[in-house]
């Protein structure tokens, strides 16, 4: 074998090897106090992801005594509702607090789209006090 066919092996397996790529799991979390009503607030910012990610499951709590109902969605980083399918995940109907919910699918994030898990109340008057914890936010990231 000479030199030329040994470096073509070589770079073959390094791509081989590249495409694999490193799978890492992840548990992401977040606090936001003072829900801004109706209006919808990040609970957490990954619109700065530099891998494709797959969103796995969430458990959020509520606290703080709300008024309404929380909501909650995934958008991508310019605000895009990515999940769920109706317009947002809504407290009794579609989560329990301090429960783990786990997607049937992953919600799968390019690097150029980037996430924002946002969340809002059904009662405008919800805002100062009320609390929603992100206490868990299972996520695959590939690189």
């Known amino acids: 074998m000479n030199l030329v066919d040994l470096a ?3 770079r073959k397996l390094l791509l081989t090897v590249q495409d694999a790529g490193m799978t890492t799991f992840s548990q ?3 606090i936001a106090t003072d829900v801004n009503g109706v209006t919808w607030k990040d609970l957490y910012d990954g619109s700065a992801i ?3 990610t797959e969103i796995c499951g969430i458990m959020v709590t509520v606290a703080g005594g709300w008024a309404g109902n929380a909501k909650f969605r995934i958008t991508n980083g310019a605000g895009t509702k990515l999940f769920p399918f109706q317009a947002e995940y809504v407290e009794g109907t579609d989560f329990v607090s301090a429960v783990q919910l786990v997607f049937q699918f992953q919600v799968k994030v390019r690097p150029t789209d980037g996430f924002k898990i946002q969340f809002r109340s059904s009662n405008a008057a919800d ?3 009320k609390t929603m914890v992100l206490n868990n936010l ?3 990231t590939r690189s």
């Open 50 to 52: 530099t891998n494709t």
């Open 28 to 30: 992401l979390t977040a």
């Open 8 to 10: 073509g092996k070589i």
């Open 127 to 129: 805002g100062a006090g």
């Open 138 to 140: 299972d996520i695959i």
